[in-house]
């Protein structure tokens, strides 16, 4: 549908602000008497009339001459019996909030331009994302190399984690046509320039180089030396940071790309729930017109390969609720993100306040996956209270996850055994509870 071509009769004195802006948006006819008013052709689509023009007897005659056209009164008392059609609005307060928009708008365009110049030198840079890349780190590489204006060529996407495995994230690159390269470390020099985003340069150690620019929405952590940095824990998406980006920037998007933002706002957010401000419900109001929604609806079906059923079979019958907590202990696995999503499952167990399953994978990391029902204290606390010492831990308010070398935890529990693992991590949540119904007293 294209747009009709918008036309503003402005009678009266008026702010010249007030007309730039209307006129960035259409056709502004602008008269400083009625009777001009009344000579003019065609329609309007809105009439704008400043209070000392006004009257009943104004109103009208304009309604006589342009039937069906809305009337605005500028700082006019509204009176007790308003005519039909017409509104009276305080024009400072719309001047104020559009000023406002507008700097914000100005603002982001700025920081644009400060992290294209950080990579605008690079010959073939680097979009890098966490070790097990979701759908919102995809998407907002993908928006980045947008922003930045490069290709396939120019900006890789890569990972150093293991293959991709979560089967709605094998549907999202493949349907999508999104290409994902598994690197190794040493790969990393063969790039002029280094982006992060959804993650931050302390994630990785000290494997990385100089980093040139980081995007994300996680807590800053450790030290963050890189030229560029935009770090907004307010967000529920990182996806969200670069639509934004795209929009102050006016960056065409494309249907693929919207689609993919709206997946990531999407998942991150469990669709609007967990942790979205109101930024994530404008990005994805923005997007949702532009996106494939049966490509959506794809993507969010993909199905768990009949092999992997047998998993979770196996996990649920070693399940054991106790002080509210659901805990599946699903052993060891090949596919990691069976571990969150049994987490998930268990979470819907009527009376269950919190979920907890746990996993080993390749016979070296202990992965435990954490949800509550999001009223609770924040899992991600919670989990960092209880592994941040002995792995990596963090997490949501309402999902976590802590990663424990298998070598630390034979450390802690003496064995590695199934046993050990499962009573050492029941102990754990145990008292995590019981320490915060005291404290909700
Ligand atoms: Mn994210």
């Known amino acids: 549908m294209q747009d009709e071509l918008k036309r503003y009769l402005f009678i009266g004195d008026f702010d010249s602000l007030l007309h730039g802006l209307f006129s960035k948006r259409g056709e502004v006819i602008w008269v400083s008497s009625m009777e001009e008013a009344l000579n003019q052709t065609g329609h309007f689509t809105i009439i704008l009339v400043d209070k ?56 982001t365009e700025l920081r644009v331009e400060e992290l294209r110049r950080v990579h605008c030198d690079a010959k073939k ?21 947008a922003l930045l204006k490069r290709n396939r060529q120019t900006a890789i996407i890569g990972h150093l984690g293991e293959q991709i495995s979560r089967p709605e994230n094998v549907a999202m690159i493949e ?4 290409d994902l390269e598994e690197l190794d470390n040493s790969d990393i020099k063969d790039f002029d320039s280094i982006a992060l985003v959804d993650v ?15 995007i994300d929405h996680h807590p800053q952590v450790g030290p963050n030396k890189s030229k560029f940095s935009e770090i907004r824990t307010e967000e529920g998406a990182t996806s969200t940071i670069l639509t934004g980006f795209l929009r102050a920037a006016q960056v065409e998007i494309s249907e693929r790309l919207a689609t993919s933002l709206v997946y990531g706002i999407k998942t991150d957010t469990v669709s609007l729930n967990r942790d979205a401000n109101p930024d994530d419900v404008e990005a994805f109001t923005f997007l949702y017109p532009q996106a494939n929604l049966g490509l959506l609806r794809r993507i969010e079906r993909a199905e768990i390969p009949p092999s992997e059923l047998k998993c979770f079979g196996q996990a649920l019958a070693d399940h054991w609720i106790s002080n509210g907590i659901i805990f599946v202990n699903l052993g060891r696995v090949k596919r990691e993100y ?16 919190w979920s907890v399953a746990f996993g080993v994978i390749n016979n070296s990391y202990l992965i435990i996956s954490v949800r509550n029902v999001g009223y609770k204290k924040s899992a991600g ?50 008292s ?7 404290e909700l007293g």
Request: cysteine-free.
């Open 52 to 107: 000392n023009y006004f009257s009943s007897n104004v109103s009208k005659e304009i309604n006589v001459h342009y039937p069906n056209t809305p009337i605005i009164v500028s700082d006019y008392e509204k009176p007790a019996e308003p005519p039909p059609s017409v509104r009276f609005v305080p024009f400072n307060e719309i001047l104020l909030s559009e000023i406002s928009r507008e700097e914000k708008l100005a603002r």
């Open 125 to 145: 840079m680097l979009i890098l994302l966490h070790y097990n890349p979701d759908p919102d780190a995809i998407a907002s590489a993908l928006a980045l190399r």
């Open 175 to 178: 349907l999508l046509d999104i």
């Open 200 to 214: 931050q340069p302390s994630y990785f150690g000290d494997i990385l180089p100089e980093v040139g620019s980081v």
């Open 338 to 353: 069976l571990i969150p999503k049994m987490a998930d499952f268990g979470i819907q167990v009527k009376g269950v306040d």
């Open 381 to 430: 606390r919670v989990v960092r209270d209880l592994f941040g010492e002995v792995g990596s831990a963090g997490g949501h308010r309402s999902a976590a996850k802590a990663v424990i070398s298998l070598s630390k935890v034979r450390k802690i529990v003496g064995k590695g055994s199934q046993e050990h693992i499962k009573k050492w991590v029941t102990k754990r949540f145990g």
């Open 432 to 438: 995590a509870v019981v320490e915060e119904a005291e």
